[in-house]
């Protein structure tokens, strides 16, 4: 189940397990699969509208970020398999089942429902 998607822009929807998709949570999303866009990822910005999306990555590090971040490993399912808080200047442990990781400003993540074994859909602008 390979997922292919370009560097660009588009919306996250977070599902919770049981709940009808009425209660599904769109976030602004920016998606970064190319290694240029996946390595700058949040560096040097002061906020984010929404979440930004990493693809393929299994690890993230906050060195050179200027804000504490909001992490969440996907594996190939989109389902997420851990969210972490991370402070700038940390190294995040590899998550051995993840595919992709996003990336949300700290305190974000648990407003929208996204925690461990939420789902989640990707779905690219078009255009």
């Known amino acids: ?13 977070v599902r919770r397990d049981g ?3 009425a209660a599904a949570v769109t976030v ?6 190319s290694y240029r866009a996946r390595t700058k990822g949040l ?12 693809s ?3 690890s993230v590090h906050t060195f050179g970020m200027r804000i ?12 997420v ?27 974000m993540m648990a407003g929208w429902g996204l925690r461990v074994g939420a789902r989640v859909e990707v779905r690219p602008a078009s255009g």
């Open 1 to 13: 189940m390979g997922r292919r998607w370009r560097d660009g822009w588009g919306e996250l929807v």
């Open 19 to 21: 709940e009808a998709d």
């Open 28 to 33: 602004p999303l920016e998606i970064a699969t």
């Open 43 to 54: 560096l040097g910005r002061d906020s984010v509208a929404g979440a930004i999306l990493l």
């Open 56 to 58: 393929p990555a299994g």
């Open 68 to 79: 504490p971040i909001d992490v969440a490993y996907v594996d190939r399912r989109l389902r």
């Open 81 to 107: 398999i851990a969210v972490r808080t991370m402070r700038p200047g940390r190294l995040g442990l590899p998550r051995l089942r993840s595919r992709h990781v996003l990336e949300a400003e700290a305190g």
